[in-house]
């Protein structure tokens, strides 16, 4: 009898484990306004290379960020003339493991325009977010984003 109680207990006690809640994933300093710049890679129809510069706020319970509005100028001289990011506002939601999502992120040129969700790679220790060629959804193609934005001043994901 003893022992089946142990083994029930044991059963309780992991079952317990499994719904207990996932530890919630959090950007810091929140509240804090901030700035993603860097030079970015784009390729739909050409590949050209921008200088961007994006705005944001995180939210005061660090759960996500916004980036509010931004822009894109040369590098190339298509950047801010041919070629914008558009779909503002777009959303930052931590996933852990240094793994973000930005949803309604797009660019839109004379050629065509990209919008939709990604998920890419957060760096604590250079406060920046990678697109290792991320893809979003475009017509007439989809549109390749390749390079680096760093935080100023500097954000965290916990």
Same mark, same amino acid.
């Given at each position: ?20 809640p996932a530890m919630a994933q959090s950007i810091s300093p929140a509240g804090t306004s ?21 705005? %944001? ?34 959303? &930052?939601?931590?996933? %852990?493991?240094?793994? &973000?999502? &930005?949803?309604?992120i797009g660019a839109s040129s004379i050629l065509g325009s990209c919008n939709g969700v ?12 990678y697109f290792p060629t991320s893809t979003i959804p475009g017509s007439p193609n989809p ?16």
């Open positions: 009898m003893f022992k089946a109680a142990s083994i029930a207990s044991a059963a309780v006690l992991v079952i317990a484990g499994f719904a207990a901030f700035v993603l710049s860097g030079a970015l890679t784009l390729e739909q129809s050409t590949t050209i290379n921008c200088n961007v510069s994006l705005n %944001g706020t995180v939210a005061a319970d660090g759960s996500s960020a916004t980036i509010t509005g931004g822009s894109f100028s040369p590098g190339d001289w298509q950047c801010g003339l041919l070629v914008s990011p558009s779909g503002f506002p777009w959303t &930052i939601t931590p996933n %852990g493991g240094g793994s &973000i999502t &930005i949803t309604n990604i998920t890419t790679n957060w760096n604590n220790g250079t406060s920046s977010v549109c390749k984003i390749t390079g680096t934005l760093t935080s100023s001043p500097g954000l965290t994901i916990s």
